[in-house]
């Protein structure tokens, strides 16, 4: 196709041999040319003048090499050498939306108005795009800044022109835009076409494959619209600044500085049997691709392939050499012993045949054990996979210390309701307590195919819990307007909803270099163990120039995750340097408003999200409506696939949001569609359904459905009637003890909802009762009090979340700084010779690590246990302290205690404790003796008393006085011994 220009002229880059494909001609009929692809050029020569410029897709880095011998290369810009193939005997260049090329000044002088432009492509995406361009400036439609310009559109979007070419000029005059179309002429088809678009005097005239199909008068001049920089135009680029780049295969590019005539631009253009043959050579790199699905190669053939029943716009029908191998529906056979050569055969409608030699791997059970990656060390439950990620085998594993690491359970059986547990009970922890150190488990992992076995061990830490203090405010995370789609926070100043700050100086709080650039819709939350905060954020980025369309037909398949331990310095799940996470399949049209929650009965994270889904991963044809699919994860790194259906009632849905609220899961969710949809009264707005079975799918919204088994309607239509606006974003959390917006059984919870055209959030306050009595004829959103307010929130925060907080990281929040240590208070008091040490935090929260006790020629370190720690006091010991030391997490300050004078200490000591036996109130007196002499004591209570107690030196003795009652007062025992005294009080108590 890239033929030779006038002169014979190719860039040396070009002159490779190449085997003769010329006889592919004979399937021209197979790719749906165009009829007038098939037109030949007249019986005798027609003299073509040589091209000022031939770009044949040769190329040396970033160059497009001009092939006509005049120099004008071009440069390009955002290709990699992947980017360019070879079809049939050509060279294309693949612009996938990331590619342009911008063209030098010579190609068209605008001397006269006289210039022709040849474009061979192959597009199946209808887009607002430029095939070519003359002119540069880029701008808005109708801005000053929009440069006058010629273009060819090769496939348009632009309606009276679906499907077919776009030509025309842009010459801006007065208050008018001065685009000119030519009249629409058709379109390229599914193969390779040549598009030529000639200008002559005052008249464009529009050829594909050298017939003419438009033409269009114009009073312009050419002098006019090229520019005066270096830059003539580009290749895969509009000046439309809301436009999109080229999505086409272009063979094939010539400019002239002068008019052709139709029979000029019939011989100029590649023969009909030079572009069958590319086509055919696209056809098959394209289901090559598609065959491929994950493997690494036609000869690696190790999952499963996908044979398209369609690929770009032809039909296939397919053959298998061996079924058991390789089914049609793309299974391939785990259990052959030996590697399998076999053949793949696609038929077209006109009975060309295209085939595909491949071979088909014997299973490793190696490469399902190697592709477990286990952390060094763990806060979170392991996803101990049961099925093997490659290859597919069982995975059976045992744990050193079931009792730390669960194994696998070899009676699981998957629910009646709800997604299955991939990991077949295992990797569930339990954790050493705060304080109490990390331990080791050694895992094995036994993996099974047929007859095959093979095991592995992994070692793994599992870290102890952490430390716990009270929440004592509220952290927000949002993003605010279409224009500007970064995260941002905001944290209560005090133990108050309704009192939030912005926090960072209003900057945005994580980076967005990567991916699409947008982050929208941020969701935070705790980890189930309270380690760190999760967020996860749309890949989203309209203010970049991606339309609400393509947002939702070819938007990202990734989430974004971070993870913090105070919400300041966040890092990615999976590394700094790898962007978004894929967590959808390749057949779904977006991942929008991703958010999780915890599955108790999983023991995972359920990962839920928005997505339209396709038949098929170009996105043809579909249902359309928005669902709802849920993924499991239990490190926000690794996520099951594919997404499991969750809500597809037939109608848009979007936004849900989770709580659970006694043994039922309560889901917020927005109506997407425009109308009541199946029984939800009002479009664009929230509604609301509770099931015991997080996973459970929804297809239908009904009242009278089974929550045992899915998701049963208790309100709808919650926000609009009170707040005039439509909502999305709901987000639902329970208040902190202390809040004064809370019930005074601490039973409060706040609700909010983004109206997204009045300014972001509205806020409701409500109780778990409320939402757990809500009914088809009690309605939480019809009760006294669902008012919404917007007094104390962020300012203008979109769909976004709010999550609670202890004041250690709310003061690195409005610090915007690293945590700082809580400050601790020691005290010490003593228990005949027993010193007893007692540590506090000042935000009431957990303590570990040791004391040091320390008197004269004596020490001695203790680990704190619940806060406190004891030590004999040796005799002669004097004046003692106790030294908090802190711990190794550094949350705690170390602290000391005042210094007591240990001679003063009485060394009887004694206690008293009620209980019951057999109905009966028994009071339990323990007296110690911590001196070092034994002594015979008299205890005294109001049942009774008895005498000569025998106390030997360092012990404690306890003795029982019957009350013959079934409740007691409280009152107090006195104990005497060695001319010392001791006395003790104890509680009422009763045994009814």
Not at 121 to 131: I, M
Not at 156 to 179: H, I, P
Not at 934 to 950: P, W
Request: proline share 5%.
């Amino acid at each position: 196709m890239n033929t030779p220009s006038a002169d014979g002229a190719r860039s040396p880059s070009r002159l490779r041999p190449r085997p003769a494909r010329l006889a592919r001609a004979a399937l021209a009929c197979v790719l749906a040319i165009t009829p007038a692809a098939l037109v030949m050029p007249a019986a005798g020569a027609v003299d073509v003048p040589r091209p000022t410029a031939h770009y044949d897709m040769s190329h040396s880095g970033d160059i497009l090499l001009d092939a006509s011998g005049n120099g004008r290369d071009a440069t390009l810009t955002g290709a990699e050498e992947s980017s360019f193939v070879t079809a049939g005997e050509d060279e294309v260049l693949r612009f996938r939306d990331d590619v342009y090329a911008s063209l030098p000044q010579g190609l068209v002088s605008g001397d006269d108005d006289d210039f022709a432009v040849e474009l061979t492509v192959s597009s199946q995406s209808d887009r607002d795009q430029f095939g070519w361009v003359i002119g540069d400036g880029i701008g808005s439609w109708n801005s000053p800044e929009l440069g006058d310009h010629l273009f060819v559109n090769p496939r348009s979007s632009q309606s009276g022109f679906d499907g077919q070419v776009l030509a025309g000029l842009r010459a801006k005059t007065g208050e008018d835009n001065g685009e000119l179309r030519l009249p629409a002429g058709g379109g390229i088809g599914d193969g390779v076409a040549t598009i030529t678009l000639v200008g002559e005097g005052g008249e464009l005239t529009l050829f594909l494959d050298g017939e003419e199909v438009s033409s269009l008068a114009h009073e312009h001049r050419l002098a006019d619209i090229v520019p005066s920089g270096d830059v003539l135009g580009y290749l895969g680029r509009s000046l439309y600044s809301g436009d999109q780049m080229l999505e086409a295969d272009v063979t094939d590019v010539k400019f002239w500085d002068e008019a052709l005539t139709e029979a000029q631009v019939r011989a100029s253009q590649p023969t009909a049997a030079e572009k069958a043959a590319t086509s055919e050579g696209l056809l098959k790199l394209d289901i090559e691709q598609a065959v491929l699905g994950k493997n690494p190669g036609l000869d690696q053939i190790t999952g499963p392939v996908r044979l398209p029943q369609e690929m770009n716009g032809i039909a296939l029908t397919w053959t298998s050499s061996d079924e058991t191998v390789i089914a049609l529906d793309g299974t391939v056979s785990r259990t052959i012993s030996a590697d399998t050569e076999m053949r793949l055969t696609a038929l077209t409608p006109s009975g060309s045949v295209l085939t595909f030699d491949v071979t088909v791997l014997a299973p490793s059970l190696s490469s399902d054990l190697e592709a477990i990656e286990l952390p060094e060390r763990t806060t979170e439950n392991l996803p101990l996979l049961a099925d093997g990620p490659v290859e597919g085998a069982d995975i059976v594993w045992e744990s050193s210390d079931p009792s730390v690491i669960t194994a696998t359970n070899p009676d699981h059986v998957a629910p009646e309701a709800g997604m299955d547990d991939p990991f077949a009970g295992a990797g569930v922890l339990t954790r050493p307590s705060y304080g109490a150190g990390d331990v080791d488990v050694t895992l094995t992992a036994t993996a099974s195919l047929g007859e095959l076995t093979e095991t592995r061990k992994y070692t793994v830490t599992v870290a102890e819990k952490p430390r716990t203090a009270p929440d004592a405010g509220y952290a927000a995370a949002y993003f605010r307007s279409d224009s500007d789609e970064r995260v941002y926070a905001a944290a209560t100043t005090e133990n108050d909803f309704f009192t939030f700050e912005e926090v960072n100086d209003g900057a945005p709080v994580v980076s967005n270099e990567a991916d699409t650039t947008g982050h929208r819709d941020p969701y935070i939350l705790r980890s189930h163990e309270g380690d760190k905060y999760y967020m996860i954020a749309t890949d989203l980025c309209i203010g970049c120039g991606t339309d609400w369309g393509d947002a939702q037909s070819n938007g990202s398949l990734k989430v974004n995750v971070w993870e913090s331990t105070d919400m300041v310095h966040w890092e990615r799940t999976n590394g700094d340097d790898n962007g978004a996470i894929t967590v959808n399949q390749p057949e779904a049209g977006m991942t929008w408003a991703p958010e999780a929650y915890w599955d108790d009965d999983l023991q995972s994270y359920v990962l839920f999200f928005a997505s339209r889904l396709y038949d098929d991963v170009d996105h043809t044809s579909g249902e359309g409506h928005a669902q709802m699919f849920a993924v499991l994860t239990r490190d926000f790194t690794t996520f099951t696939a594919p997404p499991s259906s969750w809500q597809d009632t037939g109608h848009a849905r979007i936004d849900s949001t989770v709580q659970k609220i006694g043994d039922y899961y309560y889901r917020f969710t927005k109506n997407e569609a425009g109308d009541a949809a199946d029984g939800l009264e009002r479009g664009k707005d929230i509604f609301l359904e509770r099931s015991k079975v997080l996973t459970a799918p929804t297809t239908a919204s009904a009242w009278d459905a089974d929550p045992e088994t899915t998701w049963q309607l208790v309100d709808t239509a919650m926000t609009t009637p009170v707040t005039g606006h439509h909502g999305e974003g709901p987000q639902i959390l329970a208040l902190n003890e202390g809040d004064p917006n809370n019930t005074p059984d601490d039973d409060g919870y706040v609700f909010l909802v983004d109206n997204y055209s009045a300014g972001g959030y509205r806020a409701f306050t409500t109780s778990g009762s409320e939402i757990s009595a809500s009914r088809q004829d009690q309605r939480l959103s019809q009760q006294d009090g669902w008012e919404p307010r917007t007094d104390g929130l962020p300012e203008s925060p979109r769909h976004g979340a709010f999550v609670s907080a202890s004041q250690q990281v709310l003061d690195a929040m409005h610090g915007w700084q690293e945590v700082k240590a809580v400050p601790s208070r020691t005290s010490l008091r003593l228990e005949g010779r027993s010193a007893i040490a007692e540590v506090a935090a000042e935000d009431g929260g957990d303590v570990a690590g040791p004391v040091v006790f320390s008197g004269k020629d004596w020490t001695e370190t203790v680990e704190l246990s619940d806060g406190s720690a004891s030590a004999h006091v040796p005799e002669d010991a004097g004046e003692i302290t106790a030294s908090y030391q802190g711990y190794r997490d550094g949350l705690v300050e170390p602290s000391s205690s005042e210094p007591l004078d240990v001679d003063e200490a009485q060394p009887l000591a004694t206690s008293a404790v009620p209980r019951c036996v057999a109905g009966s109130v028994t009071l339990a007196v323990t007296t110690t003796n911590d001196g070092d002499e034994s002594m015979k004591a008299t205890i005294v209570t109001q049942f009774g008393s008895s005498s000569g107690v025998s106390l030997q030196p360092g012990t404690s003795t306890t003795t029982a006085f019957s009350t013959r009652a079934p409740e007691v007062t409280a009152g107090e025992v006195t104990v005497t011994a060695a001319g010392e005294e001791a006395t003790a009080s104890y509680p009422a108590a009763s045994c009814g």
